[in-house]
T-cell receptor
Framework: DAKTTQPPSMDCAEGRAANLPCNHS???????VYWYRQIHSQGPQYIIH???NNETNEMASLIITEDRKSSTLILPHATLRDTAVYYC??????????FGTGTSLTVIP | GAVVSQHPSWVICKSGTSVKIECRSL??????MFWYRQFPKQSLMLMAT?????????EQGVEKDKFLINHASLTLSTLTVTSAHPEDSSFYIC????????????FGPGTRLTVT
């Protein structure tokens, strides 16, 4: 079962930062948080992952709270191509991904 | 790098027939592959985990005799939907992981199955 909860939908103005929250209050100490996104009828695309430190790559930043019970994905300058469903996933001990319902992000011109 | 392909990208079959879907890691060796199913407007649901040379591990509620998974090499896994019925119509997605220790999963583009 998914160990994450996310808001079902969010809007963001083009050019602005998109901040997508995720709760994972039952996460265990050695479980990583992964973020993927899925554009309609395509396979999910990897964005970023982390354990406890904040992470940044060319696509996004990941902020994980100190207690690790929640995290936020930040897309610094959202574009129309960032419109997608964003999934926050806790990778369990067996390495499986159990997807939650995700957040449908719509970037508005 | 880390590209996963699926074939076919879409397939239509008649009820009662079997359909095979291939998942290939093109530029890496995948120690573990995963199969997911996604119904319209729903999230991905993990069906099974397969390690090369081993029997697949199915998630609760997934019929192993209906969804046959073979992971014969480090670059190829196949999912066969046997005796397909209209309710099996779905988007099937595979993913591959490089390391047994986990890490990223690289997802294929998906296969749209329609059973008539």
């Amino acid at each position: 079962d998914a160990k994450t909860t996310q808001p079902p939908s969010m809007d963001c103005a083009e050019g602005r930062a998109a901040n997508l929250p995720c709760n994972h209050s039952t996460i265990s100490g050695n479980e990583y948080v992964y973020w993927y996104r899925q554009i309609h009828s395509q396979g999910p695309q990897y964005i970023i992952h982390g354990l406890k430190n904040n992470e940044t790559n060319e696509m996004a930043s990941l902020i994980i709270t100190e207690d690790r019970k929640s995290s936020t994905l930040i897309l610094p300058h959202a574009t129309l191509r960032d419109t997608a469903v964003y999934y926050c996933i806790v990778r369990v001990t067996g390495n499986q991904f159990y997807f939650g319902t995700g957040t449908s992000l719509t970037v508005i011109p | 790098g880390a590209v996963v392909s699926q074939h076919p990208s879409w397939v239509i079959c008649k009820s009662g027939t079997s359909v095979k879907i291939e998942c290939r890691s093109l530029d890496f060796q995948a120690t573990t592959m995963f199969w997911y199913r996604q119904f319209p407007k729903q999230s991905l649901m993990l069906m099974a985990t397969s390690n090369e040379g081993s029997k697949a591990t199915y998630e609760q509620g997934v019929e192993k005799d209906k969804f046959l998974i073979n992971h014969a090499s480090l670059t190829l896994s196949t999912l066969t939907v046997t005796s397909a019925h209209p309710e099996d119509s779905s988007f099937y997605i595979c993913s591959a992981s490089i390391s047994l220790a986990g890490g990223e999963q690289y997802f294929g583009p998906g296969t749209r199955l329609t059973v008539t």
